[in-house]
Structure formats: structure tokens, C-alpha cells
Nanobody, 111 residues
Framework: QVQLVESGGGLVQPGGSLRLSCAAS????????MAWYRQAPGKQREWVAL???????NYRDSVKGRFTISRDNAKNTVYLEMNNLKVEDTAVYYC?????WGKGTLVTVSS
């Protein structure tokens, strides 16, 4: 049974930084592409960033240059480093392994 557990969310001021983590179990982590999604209040869930098994990465345009996705295969963990956060980044952030979802971690950007 695949389990994905996100952590690291919180309240941060505009321009601040947060680092999200997603600990995975029950899957062959090192061969899986892993992704982060987010869902803002009243909006649909949207894709944010992806890291493949070869550690290539891709980002939605609105976070390019501010967010960095990375993975540690020894720890079965994927990270999302978020810098220069904006109010519009406020959302619940979810980890995805292709077929499974975590429960999410809330990021609130507010002054």
C-alpha cells in the first residue's frame, strides 16, 4: 500500500521561503516520477512541479525560478523548496506518485 506523507507547510509572509517534504513508502521510489500539485481555495487542483527517475525536472510557468523540486532516493523523499513566495501561492500542496496522493500540507502566504 502506497503512502505519501507531506509536511513543512505553514504561514509565511510574502517573499518568504518554505521547504515541503513528502515521505513515500510502499512503492519503488527510485524508479517513479514524483510530482507536486496544489489546490487553492475555490480552485481546481493544478500541477506544480515534476521530477523523473532520472532527476530531470519541470515546472509550471508561474513558479519557475522560485520553486525547486528535488528527491533523495535513499530516504524515499521528494522535496519542494519554495522561495519568494507570493500570496497567490497559498494552497494545499499535495504529493503525487502517479497513482497515489498524499493528504496535503497547507501553505498560507499572507502579511
Amino acid at each position: 500500500q502506497v503512502q505519501l506523507v507531506e509536511s513543512g507547510g505553514g504561514l509565511v509572509q510574502p517573499g518568504g521561503s518554505l521547504r515541503l517534504s513528502c515521505a513515500a513508502s510502499g512503492l519503488s521510489f527510485n524508479i517513479r516520477a514524483m510530482a507536486w500539485y496544489r489546490q487553492a481555495p475555490g480552485k481546481q487542483r493544478e500541477w506544480v512541479a515534476l521530477t523523473t527517475s532520472a532527476e530531470t525536472t519541470n515546472y509550471r510557468d508561474s513558479v519557475k525560478g522560485r520553486f525547486t523540486i528535488s528527491r533523495d532516493n535513499a530516504k524515499n523523499t521528494v522535496y519542494l523548496e519554495m522561495n519568494n513566495l507570493k500570496v497567490e501561492d497559498t494552497a494545499v500542496y499535495y504529493c503525487n506518485s502517479g497513482t497515489s496522493w498524499g493528504k496535503g500540507t497547507l501553505v498560507t502566504v499572507s502579511s
